[in-house]
Nanobody, 119 residues
C-alpha cells in the first residue's frame, strides 16, 4: 500500500504564492504519473496538473503560466508551485499517484490540503 501526504496549503492574498508538496511512502512500488486535482465547494473535482516519471507535464488552461508542477523521483515527491493566485483558485487540493507493483497498476490519493485565496 502506498500513502500520500500533502502539505503547504494555507490562506494567502490574491497575487500571492504557495507551494504544495506531496510525498509518497510505501514499499516495493514504482511511482508512475503524479499530479494534483482540486475541488471547490459545490463543484466537481478538476484536474490541475500532472507529471510523468519522465517529467512530461500537462496542466489545466486556467492555471497555465501561473502554476508549475515538478517532482523529485528519488523522494517520490511531487510539488505544485502556485503563483499569482486568484480567488477562484480557492479549493481543496488533492495529490494522486499511479503506482505499479509487478504488473498491477494502482491509484492512491492524498487527503487533500486546503488553499484559500482571500483579501
Amino acid at each position: 500500500q502506498v500513502q500520500l501526504v500533502e502539505s503547504g496549503g494555507g490562506l494567502v492574498q490574491p497575487g500571492g504564492s504557495l507551494r504544495l508538496s506531496c510525498a509518497a511512502s510505501g514499499s516495493d512500488f514504482y511511482a508512475g504519473p503524479m499530479g494534483w486535482y482540486r475541488q471547490a465547494p459545490g463543484s466537481q473535482r478538476e484536474l490541475v496538473a500532472t507529471i510523468t516519471s519522465g517529467r512530461s507535464t500537462n496542466s489545466a488552461d486556467s492555471v497555465k503560466g501561473r502554476f508549475t508542477i515538478s517532482r523529485d523521483n528519488a523522494k517520490n515527491t511531487v510539488y505544485l508551485q502556485m503563483d499569482n493566485l486568484k480567488p477562484e483558485d480557492t479549493a481543496r487540493y488533492y495529490c494522486y499517484l499511479e503506482w505499479y507493483s509487478g504488473d498491477v497498476v494502482y491509484t492512491s490519493w492524498g487527503r487533500g490540503t486546503q488553499v484559500t485565496i482571500s483579501s
